[in-house]
T-cell receptor, first 110, second 114 residues
């Protein structure tokens, strides 16, 4: 099956700093989503982005499908950005079947 | 708009007991997913329904697990009999269209089997 690798595994920032999270995947995809799992366990969809670039406030994401990676940018980080960020991908006719990476644990300190 | 609603939020049960988890998807969504999250295995898809019909149950661990979707606004995941290794967070999620669309998760049901 498709492999998803996220980096870095852990990241500690001071409030106000910017960061880039990376997601590499082993095969072509037609479904890629980024999620944030907050410290209370809630999974929130950030972006549906199988290709191209999207922005939502301080967050933006870019997927370069031909090179099999996606980037999530967080600018001016806040303590509420803390949590685990997951990249999930799917491909082909089973593009409902998301394979999740292991996530990046982000801690933003005040 | 209400999001995906799951119940119970937390359940502690004894080994051998039946566990039923419930889910109400977002109104208008026609695809429903059950996921399980553990430290060891991360997030795994258990079963996928489209228009109330199970499309892919290849992730259901074994016969002790069963899922139903009797109508568009309700689904259950049942474990009978439960075992300690079933302890996990079970998430229900829904989307419109299913294939390649944004998926929305419920808050999860935290199950502990002792």
């Amino acid at each position: 099956g498709i492999q998803v690798e996220q980096s870095p595994p852990d990241l500690i920032l001071q409030e106000g700093a910017n960061s880039t999270l990376r997601c590499n995947f082993s095969d072509s995809v037609n479904n890629l989503q980024w999620f944030h799992q907050n410290p209370w366990g809630q999974l929130i969809n950030l972006f549906y982005i199988p290709s191209g670039t999207k922005q939502n406030g301080r967050l933006s994401a870019t997927t370069v499908a031909t090179e099999r990676y996606s980037l999530l940018y967080i600018s001016s980080s806040q303590t509420t950005d803390s949590g685990v960020y997951f990249c999930a991908v799917a491909s082909g006719g089973s593009n409902y079947k998301l394979t999740f990476g292991k996530g990046t644990l982000l801690t933003v300190n005040p | 708009d209400a999001g995906v609603i799951q119940s119970p939020r937390h359940e502690v049960t004894e080994m051998g007991q039946e566990v039923t988890l419930r889910c109400k998807p977002i109104s208008g969504h026609n695809s429903l997913f059950w996921y399980r999250q553990t430290m060891m295995r991360g997030l795994e898809l258990l079963i996928y329904f489209n228009n109330n019909v199970p499309i892919d149950d290849s992730g259901m661990p074994e016969d002790r697990f069963s899922a139903k979707m009797p109508n568009a606004s309700f689904s259950t995941l049942k474990i009978q009999p439960s075992e300690p290794r079933d302890s996990a967070v079970y998430f229900c999620a829904s989307s419109f269209g299913g294939r390649g669309n944004t998926i929305y998760f419920g808050e999860g049901s935290w199950l502990t089997v002792v």
